[in-house]
């Protein structure tokens, strides 16, 4: 089993700035898709970007061109930077990581982005 811990999340003003870590205790070399969902208060969870093996990348459309996803060269961390964020970007966002036998979740971080 792989653990996925996440971190980096906190409070900020709109227009501020967060990068989202997401650590895994082991490499993932097979990896499929590493990917960030969030989810707010009463809504469902929702994909906010994702990373295929061959570096295809995919964003929702309310976070396009404010969010960047990264995948660090050992395969063992994703990152999230997060620029002019909104109040509607309140969420508790995950980290997600599968392959084909596999599909981790990491326990999320609370974003609160004040106005």
């Known amino acids: 089993q792989v653990q996925l811990v996440e971190s980096g999340g906190g409070l900020v003003q709109a227009g501020g700035s967060l990068r989202l870590s997401c650590a895994a205790s082991?490499?993932?070399?097979?990896?499929?898709?590493m990917a960030w969902y969030r989810q707010a208060p009463g809504e469902k969870r929702e994909l906010v970007a994702s990373m295929s093996s061959g570096g295809d990348t995919t964003y929702a459309d309310s976070v396009k061109g404010r969010f960047t996803i990264s995948v660090g060269s050992a395969k063992n961390a994703m990152y999230l930077q997060m620029n002019s964020l909104k109040p509607e970007d309140t969420a508790v966002y995950y980290c997600?990581?599968?392959?084909?036998?596999?599909?981790?979740w990491g326990q999320g971080t609370q974003v609160t982005v004040s106005s």
């Open positions: 997600n990581s599968n392959g084909s036998r596999w599909d981790y």
């Open positions: 082991r490499s993932l070399l097979s990896f499929k898709t």
